[in-house]
């Protein structure tokens, strides 16, 4: 399993068994960081949540990431209770705490709260939310390009649960993932309810032909930051990008094919469904993606 990879992989850092906690207002020691079982995020994955990324003592796009929490927690009918400057100024005392200033990674979580009994209806949630950061010390450690299996789980319609949410309930993503695995892949290609290629279990997906680089509609995938960012840098720097509906004839004809993420930036695609994506390395227009997307952050900050 030495070649197993993932689009997390991290680097092994110690300084994480000693990280204190953001939970509830206070920073606590990782070991007592601790939920109730009666949490709803425990018992019925009722939350929501984000990933942040430290850069040079700048959290990249952190007020994109805040926009999108505070607008699938309204989705969601959840009251955070908590104002983003407060937010904010929480996510900077556990970055202080941590003493980190760069090569960090946040997860701020945010469940519908502890419940009177166990069982589903929202109004058992009677104690306010439960509101926590996990931040570690986290760069990014990809030994190899992702390769990548098709499987029957889709991407599916926003009635029944909206692939736009960054919600707790990640069931029908971890099935995906754990059916590429046994198809021996790192990560799964999941489709539309149309057939289309939409994105993967856990980041949006991309492909380059002839020098344009195209991706889903954005109707059935994460409303990515990540995404939209190279959407951006594309349009901005004359690179053609395309926002459609292809297939997968499409896809293992590809150039290049890459992912997108808070935590991995972009990262190289080799083979899908045992098709080899061009040379099996990172391509030259993904290259050029990377550095316009680091120029972006630096800006940024």
């Given at each position: 399993?030495?070649?197993?990879?993932?689009?997390?992989?991290?680097?092994?850092?110690?300084?994480?068994?000693?990280?204190?906690?953001?939970?509830?207002?206070?920073?606590?020691?990782?070991?007592?960081?601790?939920?109730?079982?009666?949490?709803?995020?425990?018992?019925?994955?009722?939350?929501?949540?984000?990933?942040?990324?430290?850069?040079?003592?700048?959290?990249?796009?952190?007020?994109?990431?805040?926009?999108?929490?505070?607008?699938?927690?309204?989705?969601?009918?959840?009251?955070?209770?908590?104002?983003?400057?407060?937010?904010?100024?929480?996510?900077?005392?556990?970055?202080?705490?941590?003493?980190?200033?760069?090569?960090?990674?946040?997860?701020?979580?945010?469940?519908?709260?502890?419940?009177?009994?166990?069982?589903?209806?929202?109004?058992?949630?009677?104690?306010?939310?439960?509101?926590?950061?996990i931040m570690e010390h986290s760069q990014p450690?990809?030994?190899?390009?992702?390769?990548?299996?098709?499987?029957?789980?889709?991407?599916?319609?926003?009635?029944?649960?909206?692939?736009?949410?960054?919600?707790?309930?990640?069931?029908?993503?971890?099935?995906?993932?754990?059916?590429?695995?046994?198809?021996?892949?790192?990560?799964?290609?999941?489709?539309?309810?149309?057939?289309?290629?939409?994105?993967?279990?856990?980041?949006?997906?991309?492909?380059?032909?002839?020098?344009?680089?195209?991706?889903?509609?954005?109707?059935?995938?994460?409303?990515?930051?990540?995404?939209?960012?190279?959407?951006?840098?594309?349009?901005?720097?004359?690179?053609?990008?395309?926002?459609?509906?292809?297939?997968?004839?499409?896809?293992?004809?590809?150039?290049?094919?890459f992912l997108t993420g808070t935590f991995g930036?972009?990262?190289?695609?080799?083979?899908?469904?045992?098709?080899?994506i061009g040379t099996a390395e990172m391509g030259?227009?993904?290259?050029?993606?990377?550095?316009?997307?680091?120029?972006?952050?630096?800006?940024?900050?």
């Open positions: 399993m030495a070649d197993k990879t993932t689009t997390h992989a991290a680097e092994e850092d110690a300084r994480n068994e000693q990280i204190l906690i953001w939970l509830n207002g206070s920073c606590v020691p990782k070991a007592q960081a601790v939920v109730s079982v009666y949490d709803s995020g425990f018992m019925l994955g009722d939350g929501v949540w984000e990933g942040l990324r430290l850069y040079n003592g700048n959290w990249a796009f952190w007020g994109e990431h805040f926009d999108r929490l505070f607008e699938a927690a309204k989705a969601i009918d959840l009251d955070i209770g908590m104002s983003r400057d407060q937010l904010y100024s929480a996510l900077l005392e556990t970055q202080s705490a941590n003493n980190m200033t760069t090569d960090a990674h946040a997860r701020l979580m945010v469940t519908r709260g502890v419940k009177t009994r166990p069982f589903q209806h929202p109004s058992l949630s009677q104690q306010g939310p439960t509101i926590t950061i450690k990809i030994p190899r390009p992702i390769k990548l299996a098709t499987v029957p789980h889709i991407r599916g319609l926003p009635m029944t649960q909206d692939p736009k949410l960054n919600s707790h309930s990640k069931l029908n993503c971890i099935l995906a993932c754990i059916a590429a695995e046994k198809a021996g892949a790192d990560e799964a290609l999941m489709l539309d309810v149309h057939g289309f290629v939409n994105t993967t279990n856990a980041c949006n997906f991309f492909i380059v032909r002839k020098g344009a680089v195209w991706t889903s509609t954005g109707d059935y995938c994460m409303n990515g930051i990540t995404r939209q960012k190279v959407i951006d840098v594309c349009r901005a720097d004359g690179i053609p990008v395309f926002e459609r509906n292809y297939s997968l004839v499409d896809t293992y004809g590809a150039d290049e094919a930036a972009q990262t190289p695609v080799s083979e899908i469904d045992g098709r080899q030259p227009v993904t290259k050029r993606i990377r550095t316009l997307y680091k120029e972006l952050i630096e800006a940024d900050a």
